[in-house]
């Protein structure tokens, strides 16, 4: 059965112990890691589509050669690696790229040692918002317990 592990990134934060618990995952499960970087943006509707372009253009080079550093790690070890960019709304892209795309066995959260849940009267982050719509577990590297946000 083909195993895949789904990093998600948020906004070019990259959390080095997701990228390394990643890592150590894919080895025990003999699995394959894609790396997502969704890129939270929305265009005025006055831009041109030259602008729009540019301004995508910038960010896809910048995230390019994040990514690439990281899938070079491992590559090295061993570990087939696939890399994305999403920009947009975080939430809708995600969900257009598992839509595109088989499944994955495990989700990890990247951009921080822990979830992105809303506590206190914050505003309630686009994640913890879909989280209950995977179908596999949502981690994150720091967390003490892995929480099944899927059936």
Known sequence: MFKN??????NERVCD??????CELAHRMDSDVT???LMEMSFPGRLSID??????????TRISKILGEMSSDLLKQGIPVSVAIRVGDASVELLKFLAERDSFQTVIWGSD???PYASHGRKTH???KI???LECPLIAAGSQ?????GG
């Not at 592990?5 to 948020?10: G, P, Q, Y």
């Not at 112990?17 to 990643?22: D, E, G, I, L, T």
């Not at 729009?52 to 896809?60: D, G, N, T």
């Open 5 to 10: 592990i789904l990093v998600i990134f948020e």
């Open 17 to 22: 112990h997701a990228v390394k618990y990643s």
């Open 35 to 37: 790396f997502l970087m």
């Open 51 to 60: 602008s729009k372009r540019k301004a995508i253009k910038k960010i896809e």
């Open 113 to 115: 040692e822990k979830l």
């Open 126 to 128: 686009w994640m913890a």
């Open 131 to 133: 989280a209950d719509i």
């Open 145 to 149: 317990s892995t929480e099944d946000k």
